[in-house]
């Protein structure tokens, strides 16, 4: 891994934030990311350490050309010669963030204005939590629940292999990891912040050694979270600070990313829940792809939709790699 060489001249001597970004063949929308840091982050003493996991569109030239005046400054990017994965790249970006908490944010997000101000005067008002999350628009401005979950249980795999969670969305039995219900107006307790917008301790990051990188991508937020609850953290979530985040965007094979997702959902499972639970788990995992696998492309078929089709190949995919995803990640060791 190289890094850009350092410079002292305008860099906090001890930033309040260190800001983590992770980037992998983005480099339009990781520079939009960036330049929302710097419009907005007025008031803010920040970091920002971005590593950049050996993109083929050369990210890191871009990024290194287009802040060239932040560089060493307030701005360190440090290019991979390998992709890292999620999970490893912001664990070795912590290793070098001097902030009194860490923010982990999204190439593919735009802060929106006194975004960063809000989270932190949120987070001393509330230090209790450890772990603090805000609000998120999609790319058309529409309200994006993911930025919080509640805890996977086997009650919600059920409904989500059944898809019940589809025809009840605003039902907090049957959406219960997405809080069903939960309109995002107001302050509240939660179970997981999402990764793409995630404020801690950087005491308790190192406390809990960061993301298990046997994580390589998804999930490893969820694990963070609750393995946080041992040392007292309850992760909090805020309406006042906003971002938009437009989601997916390093990730263009739907099936490559649902195969991921689901061995991330399946090595928190072996991590966090019994072996019964466990199996149940996986019964109703594979009948959820089977289910799709083969009812969307009758779907296809019978309504002559082009995407449709798409999907319906793509859950064919999945199905095929079930392999891949049904016992979670491998050890990376």
């Known amino acids: 891994m190289t890094q850009t060489p350092a410079s002292t001249t305008g860099a906090p001597a001890s930033p309040d934030l260190s800001i983590i970004m992770v980037s992998y063949n983005t480099a339009t929308i990781t520079i939009a990311a960036l330049q929302s840091v710097f419009d907005t982050g007025t008031g803010v003493s920040f970091e920002l350490l971005l590593c950049d ?143 793409c917008y995630l404020l801690i301790d950087a005491d308790l990051w190192r406390k809990l050694g960061g993301f298990d990188r046997r994580f390589y991508m998804y999930a490893e937020e969820a694990d963070l979270c609750l393995r946080a609850r041992a040392f007292g953290a309850r992760p909090r979530f805020t309406p006042t600070s906003e971002i938009v985040h437009f989601g997916g965007a390093s990730e263009q094979v739907y099936s490559g990313k649902m195969v991921k997702l689901f061995a991330g959902k399946m090595t928190l499972a072996e991590k966090h829940w019994p072996a019964w639970q466990l199996s149940l788990a996986r019964i109703a995992m594979r009948i959820a792809v089977w289910l799709r696998a083969t009812g969307v492309p009758v779907l296809g078929a019978l309504t002559g939709r082009e995407r449709w089709k798409r999907a319906g190949d793509e859950w064919r995919i999945v199905w095929q790699r079930r392999k891949d995803w049904m016992d979670g990640y491998p050890d990376p060791s």
């Open 53 to 195: 996991n050996n993109s083929p569109d050369g990210s890191a030239d871009q990024i290194k050309a287009k802040f060239a005046d932040q560089l060493g400054k307030r701005l360190h990017v440090f290019a991979s010669d390998e992709n890292l994965g999620f999970a490893r790249a912001n664990n070795l970006m912590a290793e070098r963030a001097r902030g009194r908490r860490i923010l982990l944010l999204n190439p593919d997000t735009i802060l929106l204005p006194g975004a960063l101000q809000s989270l932190l005067t949120f987070a001393e008002r509330t230090p209790e939590a450890r772990i603090w999350g805000g609000r998120t628009y999609d790319g058309e401005r529409r309200l994006d629940p993911s930025s919080i979950w509640a805890r996977m249980s086997v009650w919600s795999v059920f409904c989500y292999g059944f898809g019940l969670q589809k025809l009840f969305p605003h039902s907090a039995l049957f959406n219960s990891e997405a809080y069903g219900g939960f309109d995002r107006q107001s302050e509240r307790e939660v179970d997981i912040v999402s990764g």
